[in-house]
């Protein structure tokens, strides 16, 4: 059986606009940075490289490099999940949105490494400029998340909205098959089931209590990003096998069918 890495390690590199002196985070103090962890390790060989922003200028040239890297992947799909401020707070919204995308970063000797951004923020006048229309194109990318109702309540609540027809709830399309028992499967079920099943103890890395009312402060720590980086990087990467499972399952059926299919579709 396949073991669990013992621990995640990783390098990161934090920018922010304060000052040195104060790198020790006040309780309460919200400022402006970017954090970036690379190799952080999934299951096996997997990493991920991370970078976790809260500064809109940076933002943007992210969103950028995710239109870049998903002209050459078909289809094209894109994880969308969000982290809620508090809900003792005046008016609960989005305080942690991540997109991901899995690319080759073409480094030696290496894994596939894949992209996770995040954007953090509390105000909705903060707001990349781009990321408006990024999240509202409908025919370049799919959209994918997991449970996504409330996740879209909270973008709406931000000025954010994602075209139905490009949003996949992947817990409305897909169950685990023979031993779900359930109504609905949650994350780790499903990426546990189609990944590897170092992903069924997913949501057991951190205090849920504790933790998830940690998500609107500026910075987050980095066990925060890094677990919002394997839920991220689960959904992406299980819609992903499930597509390409149906689709090629599809394709064996129509070829079945019709003996002239080869001549039109395959080329």
């Given at each position: 059986m396949a073991q669990e890495p013992s621990a995640k390690r990783h390098q990161g590199e934090t920018s922010d606009q304060s000052s040195n002196l104060n790198d020790v985070h006040v309780p309460g103090e919200k400022r402006e940075y970017t954090r970036t962890l690379t190799r952080v390790e999934l299951h096996g060989k997997e990493t991920l490289e991370i970078v976790c922003t809260s500064e809109p200028d940076k933002a943007d040239k992210m969103i950028g490099r995710f239109k870049m890297k998903s002209l050459g992947l078909y289809p094209r799909f894109i994880d969308v999940d969000v982290e809620f401020t508090r809900r003792d707070e005046p008016l609960q919204m989005t305080a942690v949105m991540q997109l991901c995308i899995g690319t080759m970063l073409g480094v030696p000797h290496r894994s596939s490494h894949k992209m996770v951004f995040y954007y953090t923020k509390r105000k909705i006048n903060l707001k990349p400029k781009h990321l408006k229309n990024f999240l509202k194109e409908h025919k370049l990318y799919t959209f994918v998340g997991f449970s996504i109702e409330d996740d879209k309540q909270m973008m709406k609540r931000s000025g954010l909205e994602?075209?139905?027809?490009?949003?996949?709830?992947?817990?409305?399309?897909?169950?685990?098959?023979?031993?779900?028992?359930?109504?609905?499967?949650?994350?780790?079920?499903?990426?546990?089931?189609?990944?590897?099943?170092?992903?069924?103890?997913?949501?057991?890395?951190?205090?849920?209590?504790?933790?998830?009312?940690?998500?609107?402060?500026?910075?987050?720590?980095?066990?925060?990003?890094?677990?919002?980086?394997?839920?991220?990087?689960?959904?992406?990467?299980?819609?992903?096998?499930?597509?390409?499972?149906?689709?090629?399952?599809?394709?064996?059926?129509?070829?079945?069918?019709?003996?002239?299919?080869?001549?039109?579709?395959?080329?």
């Open positions: 994602i075209d139905p027809k490009s949003f996949i709830d992947i817990q409305l399309n897909w169950r685990v098959p023979y031993i779900s028992e359930k109504d609905y499967d949650s994350l780790a079920d499903v990426a546990a089931s189609v990944i590897h099943p170092f992903y069924k103890g997913m949501k057991n890395k951190i205090d849920k209590e504790k933790d998830l009312k940690l998500w609107g402060i500026s910075p987050l720590p980095d066990y925060l990003i890094e677990y919002a980086a394997t839920d991220a990087y689960a959904t992406y990467k299980s819609w992903k096998i499930i597509d390409n499972i149906t689709v090629g399952a599809e394709i064996s059926k129509a070829r079945e069918a019709g003996p002239y299919y080869h001549c039109h579709y395959a080329g």
